[in-house]
C-alpha cells in the first residue's frame, strides 16, 4: 500500500458507504421486515451476531472483536510489506470490509445484514456491503496469486 495513494480511499469508501446503508436500514427497516426490490432482491434487517451465514453466534462479540483486529493488522502489514500489484487493490477492499462489519461490532455487537437474494424458497444468507467488499476482494485476492505463480 506504500506506493499507491489510492488504496486508503477504496478501504474508506467501502467503510462509508457500508456505515451509510447500514444505518439507513436501522433507521427505516424494523428487524426482520422486507421490501421487494426485484423478483429476486429483497431489502431486509437482519442482525447477525455471528460470523459468516451466521456461523457461531453463541460464541462472545469480544471473540469476534479480537479476529477483526487481528485480520485487520495482518492485513496492513502484509500490504505496507510485501503486497504488489493487483493484491492491493484487493487488500485495500479486504480491509474496507473487516473494518465496516468491525465498526458494527464495536457499536452494538452485531452486524446488521441487508440485501436478500432468493430464487422461490432457496434464499441466500443475507449480508451487506462490507460483506461484498470482503468477498470481492478475497476472489480478486486469490485470482492475482494464482496468476503470479503461473507465470
Sequence with gaps: MKKNIITPFISLAVVFFDY?????????????????????????????????????????????????????????????????????????????????????????GKVIDFIDFYIGKWHWPSFNVADSALTVGIAIFIWSNFNIRKA
Design 20 to 108: 451509510i446503508t447500514k444505518r439507513l436500514i436501522v433507521s427505516n427497516v424494523t428487524p426482520f421486515e422486507h421490501i421487494d426490490v426485484l423478483p429476486f432482491l429483497r431489502i431486509v434487517h437482519v442482525e447477525n451476531k455471528g460470523a459468516a451465514f451466521g456461523i457461531m453466534s453463541n460464541l462472545d462479540n469480544r471473540f469476534f472483536i479480537a479476529i477483526s483486529i487481528i485480520a485487520i493488522t495482518t492485513i496492513l502489514i502484509y500490504a505496507y510489506k510485501a503486497a504488489k500489484g493487483t493484491e492491493i487493490y484487493a487488500l485495500s477492499l479486504i480491509l474496507g470490509g473487516a473494518t465496516g462489519n468491525l465498526i458494527d461490532r464495536f457499536i452494538s
